[in-house]
């Protein structure tokens, strides 16, 4: 009777306990620990934008630049096909000014950057750009120069010149003074070398090669507007 009483005791005890609250724990950030994790998180973000923002920025006139070079090499293709084909070209190329006889002359008399964009078609006028909309969006991506020496002509149509192209962006030709030396790709959060210079310049011979005088017509115009010295083939 007495063991029965002890552990009817011990059994009362042990469910009294059970019910207790369980015990919590109040420990965590204290008000200063707070304030420290946030200027930590304050001063990474502050040292990290700039960098975001210049990987950002030189992306962008990356692909700009890629995409100049691809609207240039398009323009040169297009023109050395209407050659090869005997188009009248001539009225999609603006004469470059006298004494700019050969590629070489692009670069010590350089042709005037363009002030307008002719949206209409290919202009004659030096001055006077094409715009190019690549995304087809509406508005002009890029503005193209497109330029030729007076060359050999076959009658009154040239059948080997030096040709430039120059592409700019679009938003810059406005009529205030650009620069005709390419634009360097350099480490910016803004607009770069891009704001006043060309993305892209090619500057290239196209001869026409598809006619029985291809030959003599190439070693004419090398010698007599490039000014070199090659033996000229006798057939000639």
Do not use: H, W
């Not at 001539?90 to 692009?106: C, H, R, W």
């Amino acid at each position: 009777m007495f063991l029965k009483s002890r552990q009817l005791k011990r059994l009362k005890l042990i469910n009294a306990k059970s019910k207790l609250p369980a015990q919590t724990s109040d420990s965590g950030l204290t008000l200063l620990e707070g304030l420290v994790a946030v200027v930590i998180v304050a001063i990474s973000t502050a040292v990290m934008t700039p960098m975001v923002i210049l990987a950002v920025g030189t992306r962008v006139q990356s692909q700009r630049a890629e995409q100049a070079f691809q609207v240039a090499q398009a323009e040169v293709d297009r023109i050395k096909l209407i050659v090869e084909r005997g188009g009248n070209y001539t009225l999609n190329i603006a004469p470059a000014s006298a004494g700019v006889n050969s590629v070489a002359d692009f670069d010590v008399v350089p042709v005037s950057a363009p002030t307008v964009i002719d949206n209409n078609t290919y202009s004659t006028t030096v001055t006077s750009a094409r715009g190019i909309d690549v995304n087809n969006d509406g508005t002009d991506d890029y503005a193209v120069q497109i330029f030729r020496t007076e060359g050999i002509t076959d009658g009154t149509r040239p059948v080997a010149f030096d040709l430039g192209v120059r592409v700019y962006r679009a938003d810059v030709v406005n009529g205030d003074p650009l620069e005709v030396e390419q634009a360097r790709l350099s480490i910016t959060s803004g607009e770069g070398q891009s704001g006043n210079r060309p993305l892209a310049n090619i500057y290239t011979s196209v001869i026409n090669s598809d006619t029985e005088q291809s030959l003599c017509d190439y070693y004419d115009f090398i010698n007599s507007v490039q000014g070199t010295t090659v033996s000229t083939p006798s057939e000639c």
